[in-house]
């Protein structure tokens, strides 16, 4: 298995309060991910990042922020969380230097906004 | 805009027998192509993919069949196994155009195989 470590595992807030996510990985890969899932929608990517300090959007990122300061953590916030953010959230990484190379996937953190 | 779609949420069959799982996508700019599968209260697994230069890529009880003309790809597995039962997600990638490796997924669809 990958060595993906999201943390916390669950956790219950209430709007307005920040909240971060954290993703750990061992590997020593660039490319890391964080995605939501949603009933109906599949996964959604909400932002990315290539490198230490280097992050982009994904399609769903209105609400999100991220940073990456080390190669191996990359953390995904919530300024202000809304009930609408209330979802299970999905860290993956990916390595290899080709586009078409697999994403693995941490375990997931289920985020419910009260 | 769905560019990747799972039109059937859930799939039952029986052990033995042949699962195919159908995932249609609208965009022209994907060129591989792959499949997930999740169990409850885990990550997605990689489990298959293929690039858009092939027609067919196999792994054991696994095969992926992608139809360019079509632009639907379709998830064989045989024979069937009760382990088998999660939610299989497809994706979209688009290598040529972008290196990040972003994908496109699925809804999912959810498979029950009965012992």
């Known amino acids: 298995d990958a060595g993906i470590t999201q943390s916390p595992r669950h956790k219950v807030t209430e709007t307005g309060t920040p909240v971060t996510l954290r993703c750990h990985q061992t590997e020593n890969h660039r490319y890391m991910y964080w995605y939501r899932q949603d009933p109906g929608h599949g996964l959604r990517l909400i932002h990315y990042?290539?490198?230490?300090?280097?992050?982009d959007k994904g399609e769903v990122s209105d609400g999100y922020s991220v940073s990456r300061s080390k190669t191996e953590d990359f953390l995904l916030t919530l300024e202000s969380a809304t009930s609408s953010q209330t979802s299970v959230y999905f860290c993956?990484?990916?390595?290899?230097?080709?586009?078409?190379?697999?994403?693995?996937f941490g375990d997931g953190t289920r985020l419910s906004i009260l | 805009d769905q560019q990747v779609k799972q039109n059937s949420p859930s799939l039952s069959v029986q052990e033995g027998r042949i699962s195919i799982l159908n995932c249609d996508y609208t965009?022209?700019?994907?060129?591989?192509f792959l499949w997930y599968k999740k169990y409850p209260a885990e990550g997605p697994t990689f489990l298959i993919s293929?690039?858009?230069?092939?027609d067919k890529n196999e792994d054991g009880r696994f095969t992926v069949f992608l139809n360019k003309s079509a632009k639907h790809l379709s998830l064989h597995i045989v024979p069937s196994q009760p382990g088998d039962s999660a939610v299989y997600f497809c994706?979209?990638?688009?290598?040529?155009?972008?290196?990040?490796?972003?994908?496109?997924f699925g809804q999912g669809t959810t498979l029950q195989v009965k012992p």
């Open positions: 993956a990484i990916r390595g290899g230097l080709e586009g078409n190379q697999p994403q693995h």
């Open positions: 965009n022209s700019m994907f060129d591989y």
């Open positions: 994706a979209g990638g688009a290598r040529y155009s972008s290196n990040t490796g972003k994908l496109i």
């Open positions: 293929i690039s858009s230069i092939k």
């Open positions: 990042s290539y490198g230490v300090k280097d992050t």
